[in-house]
C-alpha cells in the first residue's frame, strides 16, 4: 500500500523555524524525485522545493531561497523541509509529493 505521510506543521512566530517530514511506504522511495508544494486557499499549489533521485540536486524558487532546505534520508525513506526566517506569508499547506504519491499536507501558520 503506497503511502505518503507529512508531519510537522503547526503554528510558529514570524522569523521561527520549523521542519516538514514526509515519511513514504509502499514504493522503492529512492527512485523518485521529491516535491514539496504548498497552497494557499483558493489558489493552486506552487512548488517549493525540490530533490532530485541524487540528494544534491536542488531546486528553490526565489520566494523561498536561502530561508528553505530540502533533504532525503533513503535508507529511511523520509523527505524533509527545513524553513528557516518565516514570514506570515509562507501561511499555507504544505505538500510532500514523491514520484506522482501526495501526502495529504499538513498546515503551517507563521501568525504572533
Known amino acids: 500500500q503506497v503511502q505518503v505521510v507529512e508531519s510537522g506543521g503547526g503554528l510558529v512566530h514570524p522569523g521561527g523555524s520549523v521542519r516538514l517530514s514526509c515519511a513514504a511506504s509502499?514504493?522503492?522511495?529512492?527512485?523518485?524525485?521529491i516535491r514539496w508544494w504548498r497552497q494557499y486557499p483558493g489558489k493552486e499549489r506552487e512548488m517549493v522545493a525540490a530533490?532530485?533521485?541524487?540528494?544534491?540536486?536542488?531546486y528553490y524558487p526565489d520566494s523561498v531561497k536561502g530561508r528553505f532546505t530540502a533533504s532525503r534520508d533513503n535508507a529511511k525513506k523520509m523527505a524533509y523541509l527545513q524553513m528557516n526566517n518565516l514570514e506570515p506569508s509562507d501561511t499555507a499547506v504544505y505538500y510532500c509529493?514523491?514520484?506522482?504519491?501526495w501526502g495529504q499536507g499538513t498546515q503551517v501558520t507563521v501568525s504572533s
Open positions: 509529493k514523491v514520484g506522482g504519491y
Open positions: 509502499g514504493f522503492t522511495f529512492s527512485e523518485y524525485a
Open positions: 530533490v532530485d533521485v541524487v540528494p544534491t540536486n536542488t
